[in-house]
């Protein structure tokens, strides 16, 4: 019973640090989907409301986040082998928040500007990268829902207070799209977990075979020699 625990165990923690690997192989996906979106949002909010201030600083504030969370993974390569791997999910974990933060910080204040075409923009920015990130992010839930959930939580909360049928309906579609998409990606997750398993029972049986072969060769020698 011990030795089941143990081999459940370590098999958890592997399938564990192979989902960050895979996390963390596709961080360059999210953090250039960044590079891109953010100038975009930052250049059509100057356009709908004239230059701002506001609206450069949170660009800066969200390339800056950008750069630290690269040299995040960059250092994950480097001492992955050293370092807890709780220690990992907790740096990716607060990235994608404080992302998401960022983001659904801009998506509060553009659709309190009672521009609608930029409001409009800006929705359409936010339910893509929130539907995109389903795939770059579910290797691990929690980074996905953190970012998710920061990101799209605050159109959707403006939405719910405001005066009108309309924007309230709005808010309704945003809450089923999100916990849609969070479910999406246990799903993913669960089958990300399902793979990896496979593979490394597979590994698992090869490598007993391999042994059972060993043994019946050295088997055969001895029976031989004598």
């Given at each position: 019973?011990?030795?089941?625990?143990?081999?459940?165990?370590?098999?958890?923690?592997?399938?564990?640090?192979?989902?960050?690997e895979l996390l963390a192989r596709q961080m360059p996906i999210v953090?250039?989907?960044?590079?891109?979106?953010?100038?975009?949002?930052?250049?059509?909010?100057?356009?709908?409301?004239?230059?701002?201030?506001?609206?450069?600083?949170?660009?800066?504030?969200?390339?800056?986040?950008?750069?630290?969370?690269?040299?995040?993974?960059?250092?994950?390569?480097?001492?992955?082998?050293?370092?807890?791997?709780?220690?990992?999910?907790?740096?990716?974990?607060?990235?994608?928040?404080?992302?998401?933060?960022?983001?659904?910080?801009?998506?509060?204040?553009?659709?309190?500007?009672?521009?609608?075409?930029?409001?409009?923009?800006?929705?359409?920015?936010?339910?893509?990268?929130?539907?995109?990130?389903?795939?770059?992010?579910?290797?691990?839930?929690?980074?996905?829902?953190?970012?998710?959930?920061?990101?799209?939580?605050?159109?959707?909360?403006?939405?719910?207070?405001?005066?009108?049928?309309?924007?309230?309906w709005m808010a309704l579609l945003g809450l089923v799209f999100l916990?849609?998409?969070?479910?999406?990606?246990?799903?993913?997750?669960?089958?990300?977990?399902?793979?990896?398993?496979?593979?490394?029972?597979?590994?698992?049986?090869?490598?007993?075979?391999?042994?059972?072969?060993?043994?019946?060769?050295?088997?055969?020698?001895?029976?031989?020699?004598?």
């Amino acid at each position: 019973m011990t030795g089941q625990t143990s081999k459940a165990q370590i098999g958890g923690s592997d399938d564990a640090g192979e989902l960050l690997e895979l996390l963390a192989r596709q961080m360059p996906i999210v953090l250039g989907a960044v590079l891109v979106v953010a100038p975009t949002a930052a250049y059509v909010h100057g356009l709908r409301l004239g230059p701002s201030a506001l609206a450069w600083n949170w660009l800066i504030a969200a390339i800056v986040l950008a750069a630290l969370r690269g040299l995040f993974v960059l250092a994950y390569w480097r001492l992955r082998s050293v370092t807890p791997l709780w220690i990992w999910r907790t740096g990716f974990t607060l990235g994608s928040l404080a992302s998401g933060s960022l983001f659904g910080w801009f998506g509060w204040v553009v659709t309190g500007s009672g521009d609608a075409p930029l409001m409009l923009f800006i929705i359409m920015m936010l339910v893509g990268r929130t539907a995109g990130s389903v795939a770059s992010l579910s290797a691990d839930r929690l980074v996905y829902a953190a970012f998710a959930l920061s990101a799209m939580g605050p159109v959707v909360a403006r939405c719910a207070l405001a005066d009108d049928e309309t924007s309230r309906w709005m808010a309704l579609l945003g809450l089923v799209f999100l916990v849609t998409h969070l479910g999406y990606s246990m799903l993913q997750n669960r089958t990300m977990r399902d793979l990896i398993r496979l593979r490394n029972q597979e590994k698992a049986f090869s490598r007993e075979l391999a042994e059972a072969r060993d043994r019946a060769v050295r088997a055969n020698s001895e029976k031989t020699r004598f």
